[in-house]
């Protein structure tokens, strides 16, 4: 397919036809540094013996040519090569190609809009050929040969953190309406979440694939026994606006959750009882993301930061404000050292909170040493989680001997962290709100902690951990863990 564009000044449409000379970046750079065409072929010299080549490239000079000051534009552009475009996205992906006023200009705007198709999918790989226009002095023809992107992807894998092993399928339909918008369809059985489906539409806007304008669609079930007695049952429709820009990561999003807390066992606690049935929460929320680490599962520098804030009432029976974030940081230290620290944090406020919104902390991807979920309040054997908490880690990976690779690493760490809840089951014991009374400087000074030694793997897909651990500070209601434990996932604290 060929697609065309109005050139600046003539009005006439561009056929792929239009340019089938080639890629020339002779005539535009000598015409820009002012040189004379290279002689005919029978006026040329005849071949000089190697001795008069050497004295001639000694007497050669090097030319250096600004080529963001010499005037150009873009008299007409076409594309082959990709079966399905529209005419509306080449109009937005093409705006700042025909506003350059230079060769530089032109050359970095060509670049920059045959990277936005590779990055959206519509083209595997794009060649750019750029020559002087015949038409009108000082302007340039444009051609980009492209090699059409896969409509459809199909891919089946097997997912793990926070304690669970999923295996799901995913299916993607790419550039549905020739404007890089894509469509991707999951399905999902893990250990602890019985079943879940999610679909996801997402555009471009601007044909910038920095921005993005997604909706969602999903449905899950969760088994949470053993740690509380309830499965919970969740159906959600949601907006999102993403934008990536050089700092980092932006969402802003919108949406409409119905959860329902079923399957209550015989001996759930009241606390448990008092949250079962159905809840409908409506939320706007924003997300920001920086992550400069050269690894997602063990890196060895960069750092990452995660904030984020939840605000809920807008509609539904459900009302709350909602803040956390996650700090990471590596340092090599050379020779194979590596020191990373990391803190989390979070809270939730509002006059009624439900354990579908609560912090859990706790387990071997968490607060390692000690059970899933294991950190917190509990209501008899159940883990109903907190409405604040915080967690801190550091760890030293070191290299092994006799070991030759790098993917297998000596691994010492120290973790804390500590959860709570705001009501008169926590830290408002005295009646009061929340102050700097005793539970609070408990809460702060005291957190659960644990120490331990093992080894990390580094998989191309995951991170694996096998850790003898040692819980040197619990409460009564934790549940410590100690002894060798198995961890597997992606983000570790």
Not at 268 to 294: C, E, I, N, Q
Not at 302 to 311: D, T, W
Request: with cysteine; glycine share 12%; proline share 4%.
């Amino acid at each position: 397919m060929s697609g065309g564009m109005e050139t600046p000044g003539s009005g006439a449409p561009l056929d792929a036809g239009d340019l089938d000379s080639g890629f020339s970046t002779r005539g535009i750079f000598s015409e820009a540094m002012g040189a004379a065409p290279s002689p005919p072929a029978q006026s040329r010299q005849p071949p000089r013996r190697p001795a008069q080549q050497q004295q001639q490239q000694r007497q050669q000079r090097t030319v250096t040519v600004d080529i963001s000051k010499h005037g150009a534009h873009i008299n007409r552009f076409s594309i082959s090569g990709i079966s399905r475009i529209r005419r509306g996205f080449l109009s937005d992906l093409l705006e700042p190609v025909f506003r350059s006023q230079t060769i530089k200009e032109a050359v970095d705007e060509t670049r920059e809009a045959a990277g936005k198709l590779r990055a959206l999918g519509m083209a595997k790989a794009v060649l750019v050929e750029m020559d002087r226009s015949g038409e009108k002095e000082g302007a340039l023809d444009v051609h980009f040969h492209c090699q059409d992107g896969s409509r459809y992807i199909i891919k089946t894998g097997v997912d793990v953190g926070d304690s669970e092993g999923t295996a799901s399928v995913t299916g993607r339909v790419n550039n549905i309406w020739g404007g890089g918008e894509s469509f991707e369809a999951n399905y999902s059985r893990g250990s602890k979440t019985q079943a879940a489906f999610q679909g996801t539409l997402s555009a471009p806007l601007d044909a910038d694939p920095r921005k993005r304008l997604e909706a969602t669609a999903n449905q899950a079930i969760v088994a949470n026994r053993p740690y509380s007695s309830h499965d919970e049952l969740r159906r959600t429709l949601g907006v999102a606006y993403k934008h990536e820009t050089f700092g980092g990561m932006h969402e802003l999003g919108y949406s409409l959750s119905w959860r329902d807390i079923c399957n209550l066992g015989t001996h759930a606690s009241p606390s448990l009882r008092r949250d079962a049935g159905h809840s409908l929460k409506s939320s706007v929320g924003y997300t920001f993301l920086r992550d400069s680490r050269d690894s997602a599962t063990v890196p060895t520098c960069g750092s990452y930061a995660r904030v984020g804030a939840e605000f809920a009432g807008i509609g539904g029976d459900v009302q709350f404000g909602k803040s956390h974030f996650e700090v990471q940081s590596n340092e090599s230290l050379g020779r194979g050292y590596v020191l990373s620290s990391s803190v989390h944090g979070g809270l939730l406020w509002g006059a009624r909170t439900s354990i579908s919104d609560r912090f859990f902390l706790g387990g071997n991807t968490s607060v390692r040493g000690f059970e899933h979920r294991g950190i917190g309040p509990r209501d008899g054997e159940d883990s109903i989680g907190g409405d604040v908490f915080y967690a801190a880690g550091v760890s030293l990976l070191t290299p092994l001997p006799y070991v030759k690779t790098d993917a297998l690493k000596g691994h010492l760490w120290a973790n804390a962290g500590q959860c709570a809840l705001l009501d008169s089951r926590g830290l408002g014991k005295t009646g009061s709100s929340p102050g700097m009374t005793g539970e609070v400087l408990r809460f702060l000074t005291s957190p659960s902690a644990s120490v331990g030694l093992g080894l990390v793997y580094r998989h191309s897909l995951v991170r694996v951990e096998l850790s003898c651990c040692l819980p040197i500070v619990a409460t009564t209601t934790d549940r410590p863990k100690p002894g060798m434990n198995f961890g597997l996932g992606f983000q570790f604290l």
